[in-house]
């Protein structure tokens, strides 16, 4: 056989091989065997890419996250379902710029330079975070009614049918949700779809500090709720506007007058 074929025959077998192995687990030296959280958290590292593991191998999942890590967690999740041909969308790039400057200035608080800036453009970009007055608080712990709500604004903007229907009310052991509590369609929405619960009280505790655990099931359920709602159909979701008078950008990138 020639030297050619012998390569092509090698380096056939050896793409097949990889394929065909299982992938193997992270190892994390502080995710407990048989957490609960455990396959949600490799899900979400592995193979949906929306975390990396700390230096030094630690998920740290009991530890709460800010705002920040949230708009990069939900970046990559955007950016999961872009790859795998899920959604289709498309980021003006006016529109990116006028966001990034709502910002920086006009009395925003995003620093010049952050690792998660990128992220939180993007997201501004599609209308799928806010921020009151400019000021986006990425410091800010995240609690458990904000990680509902950011959630329930992802799959809205996707416009998934499950989505659409009337939800019930909250059975009558969740007695800590107001019922005029700004999140609480948020709430009720995920609850019916599995994406969060409630605790061994039948209490949601929205008002307590969301932790990493908490983050990588959600994210990985809605995930999955999004690809099994439209296995073969691909997403395009609708953008919003940005206002004329925000538009209105100059060569330096400053708005003009």
Request: with cysteine.
């Amino acid at each position: 056989m020639p030297r050619n074929q012998l390569f092509n025959l090698a380096l056939s077998t050896a793409l097949l091989v990889q394929i065909c192995l299982p992938v193997q687990a992270l190892h994390l030296v502080d995710l407990p065997e048989g957490h609960p959280a455990a396959p949600a958290v490799q899900k979400a590292i592995q193979r949906y890419q929306l975390f990396e593991a700390y230096p030094d191998q630690t998920f740290r999942g009991e530890a709460p996250f800010t705002r920040y890590q949230l708009a990069q967690a939900s970046f990559q999740m955007l950016r999961y379902l872009q790859a795998s041909k899920k959604i289709q969308i498309e980021t003006p790039l006016l529109q990116f710029g006028a966001y990034r400057i709502l910002l920086q200035e006009n009395g925003g608080d995003l620093p010049k330079r952050h690792w998660a800036i990128g992220a939180i453009q993007e997201l501004f970009a599609h209308g799928l975070i806010s921020a009151e007055d400019n000021k986006f608080q990425g410091p800010l712990k995240v609690n458990r009614y904000a990680l509902a709500a950011q959630i329930y604004r992802f799959l809205n903007w996707l416009n998934l049918e499950p989505l659409k229907t009337e939800t019930s009310a909250l059975p009558p052991f969740a007695t800590d949700i107001p019922a005029q509590h700004w999140a609480r369609p948020a709430v009720e929405s995920l609850l019916e779809q599995g994406i969060l619960t409630l605790n061994s009280q039948g209490r949601f505790q929205g008002d307590q500090p969301a932790n990493g655990y908490e983050l990588a099931s959600s994210l990985v359920k809605a995930i999955e709720l999004i690809e099994k709602s439209s296995p073969r159909e691909t997403l395009r979701p609708q953008d919003p506007h940005l206002p004329v008078s925000r538009a209105q950008i100059r060569r330096d990138g400053r708005f003009l007058p």
